[in-house]
């Protein structure tokens, strides 16, 4: 199984970026999919996830810029950053768990993209 992130780059503060996601490999289900940032000399921290029938939740540093969405036709996952602040600024994983064939989900990592907000 693989996640492919991309839609990172250089935004000034108040534009806006879309990230997407998409996973691929033996996929039987994939459940929570989800977006973590982390900044250097911090933590990786939950950004946004999405569950399989819609649910979301958002930190509350982003909630009313950032909509997470899912195409569960094409295993992807969305981001859509809107309104970014300089504190934004992080290299952002891609989070999904995933069931390969019939077994039980296993939590995956995708490769960061950096989103870089400037003034």
């Known amino acids: 199984v693989q996640l492919q992130a991309s839609g990172g780059g250089l935004v000034q503060a108040g534009g806006s970026l879309r990230l997407s996601c998409a996973a691929s490999?033996?996929?039987?289900?994939?459940?929570?999919m989800g977006w973590y940032r982390q900044a250097p000399g911090k933590q990786r921290e939950l950004v946004a996830n999405?569950?399989?029938?819609?649910?979301?939740m958002y930190a509350d540093s982003v909630k009313g810029r950032f909509t997470i969405s899912r195409d569960n036709a094409k295993n992807t996952v969305y981001l859509q950053m809107n309104s970014l602040k300089l504190e934004d600024t992080s290299v952002y994983y891609c989070n999904a768990d995933i069931a390969v064939v019939s077994y039980s989900p296993t939590n995956y990592w995708g490769k960061g993209t950096q989103v870089t907000v400037s003034s």
């Open positions: 490999g033996g996929i039987f289900r994939i459940n929570v």
């Open positions: 999405i569950g399989s029938g819609g649910r979301t």
